[in-house]
């Protein structure tokens, strides 16, 4: 068995690039342009560009971005020509998004005929694992609302702890208690003087 070149050298992608059916993905993704606008990038292009993610280091639309205008390499690949037009992160999530379901089905069948009529001679039967359909995060630039989670514990564990924390307000609440100057002084002062008179002029009380 062949072995593959190393992820993101200029061999890998070059082995890779011979694989990736152009006209089939401008005839799956084909958009029109709103207003009559001009479209910048061919939908082969914009996977292309897509796929780098996957088969470079790079792992964010934002680097490879700022890469495509560095590496001849990367935009030889996605069959870009001058390395100041190169697709802005916006482009590539909205074009993400117009990747369904059923366009992705039918570009993998056309990958995988090769490799199933050479599997029509096996001695047994062969399964393809096929991968699980995910939804992609493609919200990249909105508010992603707030979403309600489970409770941690049983709901009457929480509501017993609440009524032993209200219990417990309420009965210091109504706990009778004496505070302020007036309450003081009478307890711990032996005042010389009568109640409601005035005490004389330089006397301190006795504690």
């Known amino acids: 068995m062949k072995v593959l070149p190393a992820t993101g050298t200029a061999a890998f992608l070059e082995a890779i690039s011979s694989y990736i059916p152009d006209e089939l993905i401008d005839s799956l993704f084909a958009h029109r342009s709103v207003r009559g606008r001009p479209q910048l990038f061919s939908p082969s292009q914009l996977f292309r560009v897509s796929l780098l993610p996957l088969l470079t280091p790079a792992r964010s639309y934002n680097l490879i971005v700022i ?13 870009l020509r001058n390395r100041l037009a190169v697709p802005e992160v ?4 909205e074009f993400r998004n117009r990747m369904d379901l059923g366009k992705l089905r039918e570009l993998n069948v056309y990958l995988l005929r090769p490799l199933l009529k050479g599997t029509a001679n096996f001695a047994k039967t062969v399964a393809l694992i096929d991968s699980t359909d995910l939804p992609a995060a493609t919200n990249g630039y909105k508010k992603i609302p707030w979403a309600s989670t489970s409770p941690t514990g049983p709901t009457w564990v929480r509501a017993a702890a609440k009524m032993v924390r209200v219990a417990t307000t309420s009965a ?21 003087w009568s109640r409601g008179q ?6 301190i009380p006795s504690f």
């Open 67 to 79: 890469l495509l205008g560095e590496q001849r390499l990367l935009r030889s690949f996605a069959r």
């Open 90 to 93: 916006r482009m590539l999530h």
């Open 172 to 192: 210091i609440r109504s706990t009778p208690c004496e505070f302020g100057f007036v309450s003081i002084l009478h307890r711990f002062c032996s005042l010389p």
């Open 198 to 203: 005035r005490p004389p002029i330089g006397t």
